[in-house]
């Protein structure tokens, strides 16, 4: 017979377990905006209890990645497009704090670990691995603002870059997953020019790395949103 101990350690790995595995499908968009998540029917899928199941949605919500109607009915989050124009505005003043702020700083350590990040995204774009891509980017860049030194900016951009994930998914579907080698050489210049403490080069960099970005999303939305979303997984 389990203790409860024992029983607080399996329901826990139950909960990562579905956690997990929601994430990457909300974040991948194979479970698209608005998609109904049922307790009873997420609950025969993992072959698990309903407990573990709603303590994994609890997390997803904490997230912002699912939300809970006012009938208690659970749907993945739907994507704030009439928000984006003030989530690009704060993304792109990140983007330049950041890169300026890491070529004024020297960390060898913290260099290192952006270098293993961008070797992921290269990796990634490699395969066409979309998840993958979008993980390895986000580490990169928070990698980039720790170096910089400021935690109230690497908190920030942290939330912002978690909070695009899935604008990011529909941003590397625009290229059908095949993202052009030009995305791997912005990150190693933005590399180039923090090594060498060019702060105004890593400023032009990361204007212009964010404004292509938002450039390609928007010339998304303004061609397509009038169709039902739907991209390939990575």
Same mark, same amino acid.
């Given at each position: 017979m389990q203790s409860d101990a024992e029983n607080v350690r399996v329901r826990g790995?139950?909960?990562?377990?579905?956690?997990?595995?929601l994430?990457?499908?909300?974040?991948?968009m194979?479970?698209?905006?608005?998609?109904?998540?049922?307790?009873?029917?997420?609950?025969?899928?993992?072959?698990?209890?309903?407990?573990?199941?709603?303590?994994?949605?609890?997390? *997803? $919500?904490? #997230?912002?990645?699912?939300?809970?109607?006012? +009938? %208690?009915?659970?749907? @993945? &989050?739907?994507?704030?497009?009439a928000g984006l124009p003030t989530y690009f505005e704060a993304l792109t003043l990140m983007y330049r704090v950041t890169t300026r702020g890491a070529a004024q700083r020297r960390d060898a350590a913290i260099m290192r670990t952006i270098r293993a990040h961008q070797k992921d995204f290269a990796d990634?774009? *490699? $395969?066409? #691995?979309?998840?993958?891509?979008?993980?390895? +980017? %986000?580490?990169?860049? @928070? &990698?980039?603002?720790?170096?910089?030194?400021?935690?109230?900016?690497?908190?920030f951009f942290t939330r912002l870059l978690d909070e695009g994930r899935r604008i990011l998914r529909l941003y590397y579907s625009t290229f059908d997953?095949?993202?052009?080698?030009?995305?791997?050489?912005?990150h190693e210049e933005m590399i180039a020019a923090i090594e060498a403490g060019d702060v105004e080069q890593a400023d032009r960099l990361a204007i212009d790395h964010a404004a292509q970005i938002v450039r390609q999303i928007q010339d998304y939305i303004a061609r397509d949103m009038d169709r039902p979303v739907a991209v390939k997984l990575g």
């Open positions: 790995s139950g909960t990562q377990s579905v956690y997990v595995t994430r990457r499908e909300i974040l991948s194979a479970l698209e905006p608005g998609s109904p998540l049922d307790e009873v029917r997420l609950s025969e899928r993992f072959g698990m209890s309903r407990t573990p199941v709603r303590e994994a949605l609890l997390r *997803l $919500a904490a #997230d912002g990645l699912v939300t809970t109607l006012p +009938n %208690r009915n659970t749907i @993945v &989050a739907t994507i704030d497009f990634a774009v *490699l $395969a066409r #691995d979309a998840f993958a891509m979008i993980e390895a +980017n %986000r580490e990169f860049h @928070v &990698a980039i603002a720790e170096l910089a030194g400021n935690p109230y900016y690497t908190t997953d095949r993202l052009p080698r030009q995305y791997v050489d912005e």
